[in-house]
Nanobody
Framework: QVQLVESGGGLVQPGGSLRLSCAAS????????MGWYRQAPGKLRVLVAR???????NYADSVKGRFTISRDNAKNTVYLQMNSLKPEDTAVYYC????????WGQGTQVTVSS
């Protein structure tokens, strides 16, 4: 079992930045990868960025060059640095831990609007 707590969402103007954090606790040594997903109203939840235990990262095409996923192993925390935000980035962002089974955080709202 893994518990995930997200923070850092909010309202930001287009072109602005936010950093999301996801703190993991529990069976953290069993985590194969962690990722950020997002779900906009009326749409499916989709992958935004993912980082494996070895540090390999991958990103959705829509965020490449703007978002960066990173981790602090000492704090058991994964971050998503989001720059040059666009209105279409508005969604609830969810942290995911892959242990073979997937575990989810509660989600944090990101709204990009002027």
């Amino acid at each position: 079992q893994v518990q995930l707590v997200e923070s850092g969402g909010g309202l930001v103007q287009p072109g602005g930045s936010l950093r999301l954090s996801c703190a993991a606790s529990g069976s953290i040594f069993s985590i194969k990868a962690m990722g950020w997903y997002r779900q906009a109203p009326g749409k499916l939840r989709v992958l935004v960025a993912r980082i494996t235990r070895l540090g390999t990262t991958n990103y959705a095409d829509s965020v490449k060059g703007r978002f960066t996923i990173s981790r602090d192993n000492a704090k058991n925390t994964v971050y998503l640095q989001m720059n040059s935000l666009k209105p279409e980035d508005t969604a609830v962002y969810y942290c995911n831990a892959d242990l073979g089974l997937g575990f989810w955080g509660q989600g944090t709202q990101v709204t990009v609007s002027s």
